[in-house]
């Protein structure tokens, strides 16, 4: 069973940086849209930035100019690079996929666990 796993979170300052990174955990023949959602306490869950294969990304407003979705195809890998972060970003941040595990196989969407990223004022 192919797992997305985050890495990178933690507690920082507002006004700092982090990098969240995504892998899956073993070789699959694809992936087609990666993306990254975040949960706050009490909150539903939110899109934070998504990336095609193709390289083409889609932002929520409230991190456009602050966070960059980048990801490395050839390591089935995204990337979400965080800046001038804010005491609001605080949520454990998703990794979110389609991956087609074999030529044979569906598209079929996974979840990552989840990494939390706190960011103190």
């Known amino acids: 069973q192919v797992q997305l796993v985050e890495s990178g979170g933690g507690l920082v300052q507002a006004g700092g940086s982090l990098r969240l990174s995504c892998a899956a955990s073993?070789?699959?023949?694809?992936?087609?849209?990666m993306g990254w959602y975040r949960q706050a306490p009490g909150k539903q869950r939110e899109l934070v930035a998504t990336?095609?294969?193709?390289?083409?990304?889609n932002y929520a407003d409230s991190v456009k100019g602050r966070f960059t979705i980048s990801r490395d195809n050839a390591k089935n890998t995204a990337y979400l690079q965080m800046d001038s972060l804010k005491p609001e970003d605080t949520a454990v941040y998703y990794c979110?996929?389609?991956?087609?595990?074999?030529?044979?196989?569906?598209?079929?969407?996974?979840w990552g666990r989840g990494t939390q990223v706190t960011v103190s004022s």
């Open positions: 979110n996929a389609d991956v087609k595990t074999r030529w044979y196989s569906d598209l079929s969407n996974y």
């Open positions: 990336i095609t294969s193709g390289g083409v990304t």
């Open positions: 073993e070789r699959v023949f694809s992936i087609n849209i």
